[in-house]
């Protein structure tokens, strides 16, 4: 499987935004349901925004309205526009994506590191 690769994450001021971005080598790109999960120190993983085939999105309650996920079909680059951020939001942010939108993700990065100081 062709793997993902993050980019983008640093350290950010409480109320800041930054874009993080993943780009994707692979073939399936234009199709492949895609994900951008996060994992802070000693917590689980959670996916925090979802995107279709059909460019339908999701996010998680807690970044709703803040955060934005898009993909830029021409760079083959997943997007994450990221707004207000808090210190709340301080994690290794990573990608995921699956050519079958029904099953479980297949590939996916190492994760780019966001810090958000208060």
């Known amino acids: 499987q062709v793997p993902l690769v993050e980019y983008g994450g640093r350290l950010v001021q409480a109320g800041g935004s930054l874009r993080i971005s993943c780009l994707d080598r692979g073939n399936t790109f234009s199709n492949d349901c895609m994900a951008w999960r996060r994992q802070a120190p000693g917590k689980a993983r959670e996916t925090i925004a979802r995107?279709?085939?059909?460019?339908?999105?999701w996010y998680f309650d807690s970044v709703k309205g803040r955060f934005t996920i898009f993909k830029d079909l021409m760079e083959k680059t997943l997007y994450l526009n990221m707004s207000n951020l808090k210190p709340e939001d301080t994690a290794l942010y990573s990608c995921?994506?699956?050519?079958?939108?029904?099953?479980?993700?297949?590939?996916w990065g190492q994760g780019t590191q966001v810090t958000v100081s208060s």
């Open positions: 995921a994506a699956t050519s079958n939108c029904y099953g479980a993700y297949n590939r």
């Open positions: 995107i279709d085939d059909n460019g339908n999105t």
